[in-house]
């Protein structure tokens, strides 16, 4: 079962439909807020169970899949034959897509990372000694923001494919045509 670009791009864009699933699904399960539980001296904050920090993970380690995938596909050798990397980066379609990819990739990972993480904080370090505490959640949006970031990014990684690929075939056209024309006499 050798790996194909329809293969590879099935697997770059199942990947980052997941994170996306996993991270709207994480959104709409973040709690609000907490219930302080006063004490003396202190407030302790519970927190309602949160399916969002597994959500939230599951969704960065997806994201991070589709990532190493869509780049893994860029340069893999298909069929045997593989592209010199300078061959690729003379398309300067391929080299913005390739770029933005990239991009979105690190932007989705921070929008994920960042409340994923601070409502991991905010379970552990529930006590507060401030009387005032609300007994706070992570911001709201963010984690759907980088869902659809991250879908964004599998989408460029695509896009990046496609243009790879054209790149692959047109240098093997250009080869093909190169070395036939050697073969053949100069009197035809």
Wanted: with cysteine; net charge positive.
């Amino acid at each position: 079962m050798a790996v194909t670009i329809k293969r590879a791009a099935l697997i770059v864009a199942g990947l980052g439909v997941l994170s996306f699933i996993l991270g709207v699904i994480a959104e709409n399960k973040k709690p609000e807020a907490g219930t302080p539980i006063p004490g003396k001296g202190v407030v302790i904050c519970k927190y309602p169970r949160d399916p969002s920090l597994a959500l939230g993970y599951l969704s960065v380690a997806f994201l991070m899949l589709s990532t190493i995938a869509g780049y893994w596909s860029l340069f893999y050798p298909y069929k045997g034959k593989s592209v010199p990397h300078s061959v690729l980066f003379q398309s300067a379609s391929f080299f913005v897509f390739f770029n933005i990819a990239l991009f979105t990739s690190g932007v989705a990972a921070t929008l994920l990372l960042w409340p994923t993480i601070t409502e991991h904080l905010h379970l552990i370090r529930n006590v507060h000694h401030n009387p005032t505490t609300t007994c706070p959640t992570a911001k709201t949006g963010l984690l759907g923001g980088g869902a659809f970031v991250s879908l964004d990014s599998a989408l460029f990684w695509l896009v990046a494919l496609m243009l790879a690929d054209n790149a692959r075939h047109d240098h093997f056209y250009d080869v093909e045509k190169h070395s036939k024309a050697q073969v053949l006499p100069d009197g035809c």
